[in-house]
């Protein structure tokens, strides 16, 4: 008999010797790895949605300031317009910017969370080394730098539909 079965066996025959002795107790290590094992994956599941939840801002955080930086500069696309730049010009420009938002959180986000992660493992006194997933990292990274580029090309398209005329015709 093994696996489950054997477990389950094992534990009733322990069960009955340990309620024989008042002074012995039976704890079963698969059982308590198990509850450890769905705490963290609760954590995991909880830490995921946090991070979602950031990208999410960050996105509309982006969206809102690429947005006004297309209303503030209608003057300044107007001119490069003028001056010969394309209708991919105005909106590569904005887009590059909106991507370096990204790299600039992902960059912050780095600097700031490794350390915290670090500290969290010794207060919490595991004896665990710092393990970094460095591929799972970098694709957040580069999601979240290929998010706000994606956030920012809305607001770049509309800046780049505004006719040179018109916005050197617009006041400050």
């Not at 998010?147 to 770049?156: D, F, M, Q, R």
């Amino acid at each position: 008999m093994g696996g489950q079965a054997g477990r389950n066996a094992a534990a009733k025959a322990l069960a009955e010797a340990a309620d024989a002795q008042d002074d012995v107790h039976l704890n079963v290590l698969a059982e308590d790895r198990e509850r450890s094992d769905d705490d963290i994956a609760l954590l995991a599941t909880t830490a995921l949605g946090l991070l979602g939840l950031t990208v999410l801002i960050a996105v509309v955080g982006v969206a809102t300031t690429t947005g006004l930086t297309v209303l503030e500069r209608t003057r300044e696309s107007g001119l490069l317009r003028a001056l010969g730049l394309g209708r991919a010009g105005p909106r590569t420009m904005i887009g590059v910017e909106a991507g370096l938002y990204g790299v600039l959180g992902g960059v912050l986000g780095l600097l700031l969370g490794v350390p915290y992660a670090w500290l969290v493992i010794q207060a919490l006194n595991l004896g665990a080394p710092l393990h970094l997933p460095y591929g799972q990292l970098a694709g957040v990274f580069v999601g979240l730098t290929a998010v706000t580029t994606l956030t920012g090309l809305l607001p770049a398209r509309r800046a780049a539909r505004v006719s040179p005329v018109a916005a050197l015709g617009t006041g400050e």
